[in-house]
């Protein structure tokens, strides 16, 4: 008969996320970071598949303790904060997640709804309400006040005119 506590080691070898025991072997150290960086890949591969095949209808959110998959039609906005951002939806809630606002803007770069106004925002162009032209010029969605670079207004407003 084997020894389970072997069997049990090489089974976590194996594993899709494999498990390291102290002490910590190199080899095994390495493998398991291969392993990790491939399973990355294979995710942003997948959501990238989805997004440009158009059926992209979900977006995921990371969170400091979780990964939130939304509706996109659920989004107002994204604002950024640094180096995360913050999500408005159209239920008055709002979820700050560790991504930038730039990774936000990548992965909608296809879907028309979604466009970057400001270094601070991207908007989906649904919830857009009003262009207040006073004070420079900026955006309603919802009860939010969006700013707008002056360069950015022509394309939102021709948007609206064809």
Known sequence: MKNPISLTVRLLH?????????????????QAVRSFK???????????????????????????????????????????EGSYTHVFLNNKNSILTSKNLKYYEEILSQDMHFY?????????????????????????????TISVSADKIAFILDRFRS
């Open 14 to 30: 194996f594993a899709p996320n494999p498990k390291l025991l102290k002490p910590i072997d190199d080899e095994d150290l390495i």
């Open 116 to 144: 970057r106004c400001h270094r601070s925002y991207l908007i989906n162009i649904n919830y857009l309400s009003a262009y207040i032209k006073s004070d420079g010029g900026y955006l309603k969605i919802d009860q939010h």
């Open 38 to 80: 491939n399973q990355r890949r294979r995710i942003n591969y997948s959501l990238l598949k989805d997004n440009l095949h158009g059926s992209l209808h979900k977006i995921a959110l990371s969170t400091a303790h979780s990964m939130l998959f939304v509706p996109l039609e659920e989004i107002l906005f994204f604002k950024a």
